[in-house]
């Protein structure tokens, strides 16, 4: 574990990058997955559609593919994302959001976008008929109905198969990794590659500081959980 | 009817998709690199026991190349052996064990990336690998290294109107080059900040439509991607490191060490080398350099 101890800064900044992908794309993702959700159950029918056609559209497509349109598609068509550019130093490194990680981000949170208006939508299903009936009788616009009285409860709902999503998002941050954001995954492959003797420890410390990342999320997911229960 | 039409929509996406991953166009083809005819008696050649005796009774060899590196090693799309000065060296090494270099059904040029060197050769899964291999101490701590056959340096692939003259330039920005490799620790230790790829094709690519400043690796592999983009980009600076290419073996047959260098001795001597160097990376303004001194074979 030497191997590991001496690279630890690496290690961390590259963590540190795995987990600024995962908040910023799991934030908008949630953003984004809500407003496709509410326009999937809304009143309006263009916007139903669309909602179906892009949900149906990204879940079929592999995640890779959706990071190399953003990646090198989209920049070919001179599509760029350098209007983000910030590097924060730290002791270890820098910390460098820059357009290939802004790609990433964007690519990230467009591919779950799709997953979390699905749980969302099993979670407005889960509200029943009656509560969205009452709020419509009481005068509530279909922005209210959703604000005040479906979208709170149905949340509560959403919880568990939302943590879901968003641990797979976690995960799935590796695949930026592969089109060239110095995340946990690609210094991983850089201290293989230099330390081909220890490959063993370096995946094994790797996958336990996943298994750490995706436990504190699943542990804090649960108490939410267990919170929203008594309401 | 409606499931022809959906079949058809995925083919559309899935070339789509094929075409945006894409590198570059594929090179110009070479001239067919040197003529190398295996060596027809081996009965004897080798001693009994060794891997080359193995090879050569069996002959079949496995050889790791790189097959995204104009020059050096690449495969052109529709042939079936890659093209370069890394392949034209191993074409040397599998003739002198009587072995056709040029029958595929006897030799497999397998791909071997940057990241995955080492582990093929530690599972035996090629003999040999020429894969713009750089010689470093922690590598032959797991595997054989031995050569070199080509001294290179890094130098800097920046878009033509670029006003990028060194590395020096290039301080706190991006610089692209392939993960694992010795280039990107060297960009780092520069004090720019690498950006690891997969391929250096999507290095080239990052460059020509500007996510990244520049990209870095050695000044032979810099030189064929430019020439792929024809003019959108071009080669400048100094070497700023020094790159000693050569052989990997496994470690656990530490025979092939004497017998690389003896082939590659003979080639330097006997002008193959040199006949290599002028089909791939040689041209008309490029001066054959001296061939490198190989080092000792360790005990």
């Given at each position: 574990m030497d191997v590991v101890?001496?690279?630890r800064e690496a290690i961390l900044i590259g963590f540190t990058h795995t987990v600024l992908l995962f908040l910023i794309a799991g934030i908008g993702s949630l953003l984004l997955g809500t407003v496709i959700a509410a326009m999937r159950v809304g009143p309006i029918g263009v916007l139903?559609?669309?909602a179906v056609i892009y949900v149906s559209l990204v879940r079929n497509t592999p995640l890779l593919m959706v990071l190399l349109l953003f990646r090198y598609g989209l920049p070919k068509l001179n599509i760029k994302f350098d209007f983000v550019d910030i590097v924060v130093p730290t002791t270890a490194g820098d910390i460098r959001l820059n357009n290939i990680f802004t790609a990433c981000v964007i690519g990230l949170?467009?591919?779950?976008?799709?997953?979390?208006?699905e749980a969302i939508r099993s979670g407005i299903n889960a509200v029943?008929?009656?509560?969205?009936?009452a709020a419509r009788a009481i005068g509530l616009p279909f922005g209210g109905v959703m604000r005040e009285v479906i979208l709170p409860q149905a949340f509560r709902a959403t919880v568990p198969p939302l943590a879901s999503v968003q641990i797979a998002l976690?995960?799935?941050?590796?695949v930026a990794g592969a089109v060239g954001?110095?995340?946990?995954?690609n210094?991983?492959?850089s201290m293989t590659n230099n330390y081909a003797g220890s490959r063993i420890e370096i995946f094994i410390a790797f996958a336990l500081i996943f298994v750490v990342l995706v436990e504190v999320y699943s542990f804090a997911a649960h108490r939410l959980e267990r919170r929203w229960r008594i309401a | 009817m409606r499931r022809l039409k959906f079949g058809m929509?995925?083919?559309a996406l899935l070339v789509a998709g094929s075409t945006l991953a894409g590198c570059g166009d594929a090179g110009e083809d070479g001239d067919g690199g040197v003529d190398v005819s295996a060596e027809d008696d081996c009965d004897g050649k080798f001693d009994d026991g060794t891997p080359m005796a193995e090879l050569a009774d069996a002959g079949s060899i496995n050889v790791g190349v790189k097959y995204d590196q104009p020059g050096l090693g690449f495969m052109d799309a529709g042939s079936d052996i890659p093209t370069g000065f890394d392949v034209e060296i191993a074409k040397l090494l599998v003739a002198d064990l009587c072995i056709d270099p040029e029958d595929t059904d006897a030799v497999n040029y397998e791909e071997t990336i940057s990241d995955n060197r080492e582990p093929y050769l530690e599972s035996g899964r090629v003999d040999l690998v020429l894969a713009s291999y750089s010689i470093t101490d922690e590598r032959r701590q797991i595997v054989g290294q031995t050569g070199p056959y080509m001294v290179t340096g890094q130098q800097i692939l920046v878009p033509a109107d670029s006003d990028v003259e060194s590395i020096a330039d290039l301080k706190g920005e991006e610089v692209c080059s392939a993960a694992g490799s010795t280039s990107l620790e060297n960009v780092n230790k520069e004090g720019a900040v690498g950006v690891p790829a997969e391929t250096y094709g999507q290095c080239a690519e990052d460059v020509a439509n500007g996510t990244v400043p520049a990209m870095s690796t050695d000044g032979s592999i810099l030189l064929g991607l430019a020439a792929q983009y024809d003019g959108e980009l071009k080669v400048v600076g100094d070497e700023f490191s020094e790159e000693r290419i050569g052989v990997g073996y496994s470690k656990d047959e530490p025979e092939m060490c004497e017998w690389i260098n003896g082939v590659l001795e003979e080639s330097f001597e006997n002008g193959d080398w040199e006949d290599a160097f002028n089909a791939t990376l040689g041209g008309d303004d490029v001066e054959v350099p001296e061939p490198p001194a190989l080092d000792e074979c360790q005990a």
């Open positions: 101890w001496e690279n139903r559609v669309a949170s467009i591919y779950t976008a799709a997953f979390v208006a029943p008929l009656g509560q969205a009936e976690i995960k799935n941050t590796t954001v110095v995340e946990a995954f210094v991983m492959r | 929509a995925a083919a």
